[in-house]
């Protein structure tokens, strides 16, 4: 009678050597080729069978950053975002349904900005739902229309003060134009 309706990985998987019967995974993401790779593939398998995966993007180094390895600049959240996007768009999940992804960064991420617009054209980054991990401190200074400060995630440095109440402004202008970001 549908009084009750497992969620899709159950209903697909369920007695099948697949066993996957979870439906939400949260996979690391080390700021590394090596483990933005290893992520990706996790996330393939995990999708392989059904299973959605999120990501925090928040330890990702700022676009632009110095690679002290290659002498190189990274390519920053919003690339690696687009980089899974594409890996979750080769798989089906279970055979049956697309790969589902979240991702989410925390408002005190360099490229926040960007990534508060990275879904204003739909496209690529299609198979994600985005949202920005808030605190207290940050409700408050947008209630006061402080100013709050962007930390680089792997120095813990100061990079930059801005409007809090400008950021929420542009979290409300996505989240009204197309259901994104979220808040978290």
């Not at 007695?15 to 080390?30: D, I, R, Y």
């Not at 697309?98 to 617009?117: C, E, L, Q, T």
Request: proline share 6%; charged share 20%; aromatic share 8%.
């Amino acid at each position: 009678e549908l009084y009750f309706l497992p969620n899709s990985p159950t209903l697909m998987n369920a007695g099948t050597p697949a066993g996957t019967l979870s439906g939400c995974f949260v996979l690391p993401l080390e700021d590394s080729m090596q483990g933005i790779m290893k992520t990706a593939t996790d996330a393939a398998m995990v999708q392989k069978y059904g299973g959605g995966t999120g990501f925090a993007l928040s330890k990702i180094r700022p676009k632009g950053d110095p690679i002290n390895t290659t002498q190189g600049k990274a390519c920053g959240p919003i690339e690696v975002l687009k980089t899974l996007s594409r890996i979750s768009s080769m798989i089906t999940q279970g055979g049956k349904r697309d790969g589902a992804n979240m991702a989410v960064m925390s408002v005190y991420h360099p490229d926040i900005r960007d990534f508060i617009k990275c879904k204003t054209y739909e496209g690529d980054i299609h198979n994600f739902n985005i949202s920005v991990g808030v605190d207290s401190n940050f409700m408050k200074a947008v209630v006061n229309h402080a100013e709050y400060p962007l930390v680089h995630p792997t120095t813990d440095k100061i990079v930059e003060w801005v409007k809090a109440s400008d950021i929420f402004d542009m979290i409300i202008e996505g989240a009204w134009k197309n259901g994104e970001p979220g808040l978290v």
